[in-house]
């Protein structure tokens, strides 16, 4: 009789349970300094709902995207499916007038000052800001640098006699002990391998660097004596050396004063079977802790790449390809820990899958498709490559390839692009991410277009 009673109890609190789901925003009371945003969810009974008395359209899966303006001050929303009522109050603070914006000013030092890089993977930049594409060069500790003025939270570095770039304060300290004579380039020797030019630089010091892809490809110490400019510029000919103008991976960092410069070689491919033995890495984007956007229906991005990346692992093996994972389940995985997972696998691709999603000021319903991101230009064709076969095979809108300044395509051992496979907030494309079968076609569109890369 208790096991009956219970039984009854959890049928009728089901009964009682809302027949729609917000998913955002994900509290009742919010902030939002925007003058627009938009609820995300799904609803049951399609006909009847509603917010603040305006039907709302629902996608055959159940999801909805609905955009609200935003006065400042309180804004009160009371959404209701003919049955149940829930009511929302989204604050969108009232501006104040700020008075004029005064921007920093570039102070400039009467003498030269001398730093040391105090962390890994430093940004050089060509502007005083901290975003954007103006990444020159990525140095290790202990580069020293010379500076001769200030602007805001950068300091101003020496390049040479005619060029300068940007570094952040927090990546840098004084260094008195560091004489700022110039270096000396006594040569290089070339070792060969199956895989990689490599060329060791002999330096009598540490100095400045930066690779330089393009029609050219560069590598430049500044500060040094007897070149052009205080600058020596080892131009390395890829296209008599490979074959190919298609740069597929470096990497360039000292070795107490020596200099490493690895360029892979590009790759022998079979024609039939052009991943075969190829190292390719994987990445399911976010995990554990990190869920990532909340899909229309509550799906969550971590579950929807992990699976896409699954049915790529297999694919992509399928095809002879060895696969690495920067996450094979359902774990947290820092951004740097996924780059050092496909580096020292020696990948030659990594790829990081995602959902897409959008600020407040945006409409969901306006966006849809596949868009892929790279940031250096060896990556650039093989983003377009990918980009042209999912749009072809999964039907999605081409939302473009884009140069961005994210962390997983930062890396140049590797080709590497981040695929934002289509957007978890509009109903449209959220029903397709979470389709078994579209998440396959996904993983072979993506796989083809890593072929066509090499048949280009």
Not at 199 to 208: A, G, I, N, S
Not at 266 to 275: A, G, I, N
């Amino acid at each position: 009789m208790k096991k009956f009673l219970f039984i009854l109890i959890f049928i009728c609190s089901c009964q009682n349970a809302f027949a729609f789901n917000i998913v955002y925003p994900k509290k009742n009371e919010v902030t939002i300094n925007s003058p627009s945003t938009f609820f995300i969810g799904s609803a049951k009974h399609k006909d009847k709902f509603t917010i603040n008395g305006e039907s709302v359209n629902i996608h055959h899966s159940g999801g909805f995207a609905y955009v609200v303006p935003l006065k400042e001050g309180k804004n009160e929303f009371v959404i209701s499916d003919g049955k149940d009522t829930k009511t929302y109050v989204i604050t969108r603070p009232i501006a104040v007038s700020g008075g004029v914006y005064t921007p920093p000013k570039l102070v400039e030092y009467e003498g030269e000052k001398q730093f040391l890089t105090v962390v890994d993977n430093a940004p050089l930049r060509t502007s005083p800001i901290d975003s954007g594409i103006n990444r020159m060069s990525h140095f290790e500790k202990d580069i020293p640098l010379t500076v001769d003025g200030e602007k805001s939270s950068f300091y101003r570095v020496v390049l040479g006699k005619n060029k300068k770039a940007w570094i952040s304060k927090n990546n840098v300290k004084a260094f008195d002990g560091y004489s700022n004579s110039l270096a000396l380039v006594s040569g290089y020797d070339y070792l060969d391998s199956p895989d990689y030019f490599t060329f060791v630089f002999h330096l009598d010091k540490k100095v400045p660097f930066e690779i330089v892809e393009g029609e050219t490809f560069y590598l430049k110490f500044y500060n040094v004596k007897d070149c052009a400019d205080n600058t020596y510029v080892f131009e390395f000919p890829y296209a008599e050396a490979a074959g190919t103008k298609k740069i597929v991976g470096y990497s360039g960092r000292f070795d107490g004063y020596d200099f490493i410069f690895k360029v892979r070689k590009f790759p022998k491919t079979d024609e039939k079977s052009p991943l075969k033995d190829m190292k390719i890495a994987v990445d399911a984007g976010h995990g554990g802790k990190e869920s990532g956007a909340i899909g229309c229906c509550g799906d969550k991005e971590k579950d929807i790449t992990l699976a896409i990346s699954r049915y790529l692992k297999e694919e992509l093996q399928k095809r002879g390809a060895k696969v690495i994972m920067t996450r094979n389940n359902d774990s947290y995985v820092g951004l740097k820990d996924r780059i050092d997972i496909a580096n020292e696998n020696d990948a030659m691709f990594l790829i990081s899958i995602h959902g897409n999603a959008l600020p407040d000021n945006a409409d969901p319903n306006k966006h849809r498709g596949t868009s892929i991101y790279f940031y250096y230009n060896q990556a650039k064709l093989l983003a377009a490559n990918v980009l042209i076969s999912m749009n072809k095979q999964l039907g999605t809108q081409n939302d473009n390839i884009r140069q961005g300044s994210l962390a997983l395509v930062r890396n140049t051992n590797a080709l590497s692009i981040l695929i934002e496979v289509a957007y978890l907030i509009n109903p449209e494309d959220n029903a397709m991410l979470i389709d078994t079968k579209f998440q396959k076609k996904c993983a072979k569109a993506i796989a083809d277009g890593l072929e066509e890369f090499f048949k280009n």
